[in-house]
C-alpha cells in the first residue's frame, strides 16, 4: 500500500496540531492504524520504541510510520507535516508572546489545557501497552523499565536498548 | 565550547559572550540533539543557552511555558521559540532543522534497514524490538508524571484528566471533541475572579 504525500502530509499535519505536551498516541492509533489502514499496531509500537533511541525528540517515530505508508517520499512528507505547522505556530505564539503574558485567561488556559494533556498521556499509556505487550515477561520488562527510569537517573536510551537485548535473548 | 577568560571589562556581573550567529544556533540545537538520546531535551536546552549567555533562566522559562501551550511535540516547539527570540523567522527554521537533522538520518537510516527487508524482519530482531517497546512504555509512564502531578493540583484537574482518558482510551471518541469539551469546561471551572 502506497499512500499520497500530498494525503500523508496532510494527515501528519493535522496529528501534530491535536498533540499537546507530546505524543497523542491515542489518535495517532485511530487515524493511522483504524482509518487510513497505513501501519499495523506492531509497526506504531515498533516505531515508537525506535524514537526513544533516537538522538532528539522522540516523536521522530513519525519519519518511521510515514515511511510506511509511503516510502522516501512518505517518510519525508510525514516529517515536514507533524514538525512544520506546530513550529510556525511556536514561532509566531513566542513574539505574541509579550501580550500574551499580562492576559488574564492565560491562568485560565493552562488550568484546563492540563486535565486534557493528562487524559492524552493515561490513554497513549494504554494504547502504548495493547501493542507492545504480549507475554508475563514483557510485561515485567515494562514494569521493571519504569522502576528503574523513576527510582534511578539511568539515561532512558540505555534502558530501552537494554530491553532489546533482553528482548532478543528471550525470544520475545 | 570552552567560554574564553574575559580580559577587561569584568565589573560587569553579566558574562560578556558572542552573540547568536545563525551557524552558532544551529550548532547548539545540533549538540542539544545528540546528547538528548533517551530524552531531556528541555533540560539540555536550557544549559546549552546559559552557558552561552544567550538567555537567561527567566527568560528560558517563559519560553518553556509557552512551548507546553502551543500543540505539538514540546522539545521542537520549544526550539522554534528560542530561534524565533534570538534570530527571528530565519532563527526558528534553523533551530528546528538542528534539532531534527540528527534523528532524521539515524531513523531514515534505521528504518530502510528494517522496514525495507524483502522477507520481513529477522525472529531476533522482531523479538528485541518489542524488548525495546516494553521499555518504550516504562519511559512514556515516567514522562506521564509530572504532567500527573501537576494536574493532580487543580482544582477538578484529576476529574477531568480520568474523563478525557475514558472518552478516548475507552469510547474512542474524536479527540477535537473531547479537547473542545474539556476546554469549555475547564474554562468555566477556572475563570478569571473580577476581584483580581
Known sequence: MTAEPLDILLTFARLGLVSFG????????????????????????????????MPGPNMLAMTHYGF??????GAFAATLGFYGPTALLSAAAM???????????????????????????????????????????G???AAVSFALLWRTRVNAALIVVGAAVLGAVLGL | MSAPTTPAASAAPATPTPPPTPAGLLRLFVGVALVGIGGGLPAHTRRALTTRGWMTDA??????????????????????MIGARLLGGGGAALAVVGILTPGLIAMLTVTVFTLGLPGGLPPAVQSGLRGAACAALGVMLTAALPVLKVTAGIRFG?????ITFLLLAVLRADLLLVLAGTMIVGLILHRPRSGE
Open chain 1, 22 to 53: 507530546g505524543a497523542n498516541l491515542p489518535e495517532i492509533e485511530r487515524v493511522l492504524v483504524e482509518q487510513k489502514d497505513w501501519i499495523t499496531p506492531q509497526l506504531l509500537a515498533n516505531g515508537f520504541a525506535l524514537g526513544q533511541v
Open chain 1, 68 to 73: 510506511a505508508a509511503g516510502g522516501w517520499l
Open chain 1, 95 to 137: 513574539t505574541a508572546w509579550q501580550r500574551l503574558s499580562r492576559w488574564r485567561w492565560l491562568p485560565s488556559l493552562r488550568s484546563a489545557l492540563l486535565p486534557f494533556g493528562a487524559g492524552v498521556l493515561l490513554a497513549g499509556v494504554l494504547v502504548l501497552a495493547r501493542g507492545s505487550i504480549h507475554s508475563p515477561a
Open chain 1, 139 to 141: 510485561a515485567l520488562i
Open chain 2, 59 to 80: 527568560e528560558f522559562a517563559e519560553a518553556y511555558t509557552l512551548a507546553q501551550l502551543t500543540p505539538g511535540p514540546n522539545a521542537v516547539n520549544l526550539a522554534a
Open chain 2, 158 to 162: 484529576p476529574t477531568l484528566a480520568v
